[in-house]
């Protein structure tokens, strides 16, 4: 398991690499929005930064699976169902509402019996706090 995180981490940084300009000197990372879980047992937001959002875009543009992006989600919910959800958004929408370089946003629902999280709305974030 640790082998395939490590393989995912990798081909995400090198898929980061590809998408970002060289430059001499490497200037601070500077990420837009922020990183929490805002609700309860059934329902709630998730918000990841921007920073957080292009990796996650990286591991699965580049195949890596769900159980990698766990380490990237903020806690306050069962983040390994939630990185399930968010994974099956897929790359292209996460993308899509990222463009601003604010983050995300993501709404879920959860099932209190069977446990699954549905992801069922994505937005950018709409400044630095995230709101």
Do not use: H
């Amino acid at each position: 398991m640790c082998r395939r995180l490590k393989e995912d981490y990798d081909k995400a940084n090198a898929y980061l690499a590809k998408q970002q300009p060289k430059f001499s000197i490497q200037a601070k990372a500077n990420c837009g929005g922020t990183n929490k879980f805002v609700g309860n047992i059934v329902a709630g937001t998730v918000y990841v930064d921007s920073c957080k959002t292009n990796k996650i875009i990286a591991i699965i543009a580049g195949g890596g699976g769900a159980s990698s992006l766990v380490a990237l989600l903020p806690g306050g919910a069962a983040i390994a169902v939630v990185a399930v959800a968010i994974y099956t958004i897929g790359g292209a929408v996460i993308s899509y509402n990222a463009a601003d370089g604010n983050g995300i946003k993501i709404k879920i629902l959860k099932n209190p019996i069977t446990g699954k999280v549905y992801p069922y709305w994505v937005k950018p974030q709409n400044n630095e706090n995230g709101d």
